[in-house]
């Protein structure tokens, strides 16, 4: 499980982060929903060490990972796809998929090729385009590439951040469709971060409300899609 605990993370004199606390439960999809600027990518980023917290702790599988480097959380088993389908234009789609490999224990990289046709199965059309420039692709096809990227590693837990940024409706289904059958069928923890509160909340076992850096709720998902109150608030809808 990863359990975070009264987590503040500030930029300057701006609290970004403050007194979070959460849990998302072992081959589960728990989603942090949120308006703009309620802190939900700050939260990932400083679950992966990209950003350092102020105060407040975070574990993972019962063990601390704050203050840690990025490398050595992947290597824990955590991936971090970052918001913006962010991939390497000059290389190849193979290539792409490959580099997330690097931070494999040694015990598994022998099993690198392996891992990488499990990624063209779950996105064949990657596949197809595995030769080509990943700056050629299509936002849907690179958002696929950004998080085969990040499963190629076999994560035990995704930090998946706002995957349907700037898609079409039905790529956003493809790519919740093919994450929501990882994770039930591999025992996949999912941290998932999005604006779309219906997409995330259709999707997710558990859900959490961000407003302005603080949890104002933390339910069930199916509970709080139907909380009309809630959605108003704080959803705009």
């Given at each position: 499980?990863?359990?975070?605990?009264?987590?503040?993370?500030?930029?300057?004199?701006?609290?970004?982060?403050?007194?979070?606390?959460?849990?998302?439960?072992?081959?589960?999809?728990?989603?942090?929903?949120?308006?703009?600027?309620?802190?939900?990518?700050?939260?990932?980023?400083?679950?992966?060490?990209?950003?350092?917290?102020?105060?407040?702790?975070?574990?993972?599988?019962?063990?601390?990972?704050?203050?840690?480097?990025?490398?050595?959380?992947?290597?824990?088993?955590?991936?971090?796809?970052?918001?913006?389908?962010?991939?390497?234009?000059?290389?190849?789609?193979?290539?792409?998929?490959?580099?997330?490999?690097?931070?494999?224990?040694?015990?598994?990289?022998?099993?690198?090729?392996?891992?990488?046709?499990?990624?063209?199965?779950?996105?064949?059309?990657?596949?197809?385009?595995?030769?080509?420039?990943?700056?050629?692709?299509?936002?849907?096809?690179?958002?696929?590439?950004?998080?085969?990227?990040?499963?190629?590693?076999?994560p035990k837990l995704l930090l998946l951040d706002e995957p349907?940024?700037?898609?079409?409706?039905?790529?956003?289904?493809?790519?919740?469709?093919?994450?929501?059958?990882?994770?039930?069928?591999?025992?996949?923890?999912?941290?998932?971060?999005?604006?779309?509160?219906?997409?995330?909340?259709?999707?997710?076992?558990?859900?959490?409300?961000?407003?302005l850096g603080k949890v104002v709720a933390d339910r069930p998902?199916?509970?709080?899609?139907?909380?009309?109150?809630?959605?108003?608030?704080?959803?705009?809808?």
């Amino acid at each position: 499980m990863l359990k975070v605990e009264n987590l503040v993370t500030k930029f300057g004199s701006v609290v970004a982060l403050d007194g979070v606390s959460l849990s998302a439960a072992e081959s589960k999809i728990t989603t942090v929903i949120g308006a703009n600027g309620a802190g939900k990518s700050t939260l990932l980023r400083t679950i992966s060490g990209l950003e350092h917290a102020a105060s407040g702790s975070i574990t993972w599988q019962g063990e601390s990972i704050l203050g840690l480097r990025a490398e050595e959380i992947v290597r824990r088993g955590i991936a971090h796809v970052p918001e913006g389908h962010a991939v390497i234009s000059e290389l190849t789609v193979a290539e792409n998929i490959e580099m997330g490999s690097l931070f494999r224990r040694r015990k598994f990289k022998s099993d690198v090729a392996a891992a990488m046709d499990e990624m063209y199965q779950l996105f064949p059309r990657l596949h197809e385009r595995r030769s080509q420039l990943a700056g050629t692709l299509s936002g849907g096809e690179r958002q696929m590439l950004a998080i085969s990227r990040a499963l190629v590693s076999r994560p035990k837990l995704l930090l998946l951040d706002e995957p349907s940024l700037g898609l079409a409706p039905l790529v956003v289904e493809q790519i919740i469709d093919s994450v929501n059958q990882l994770c039930r069928t591999t025992g996949l923890t999912v941290l998932l971060v999005e604006q779309n509160a219906n997409t995330a909340l259709g999707v997710a076992d558990h859900g959490v409300l961000l407003a302005l850096g603080k949890v104002v709720a933390d339910r069930p998902a199916a509970e709080l899609k139907a909380d009309a109150s809630l959605r108003a608030a704080y959803l705009g809808y």
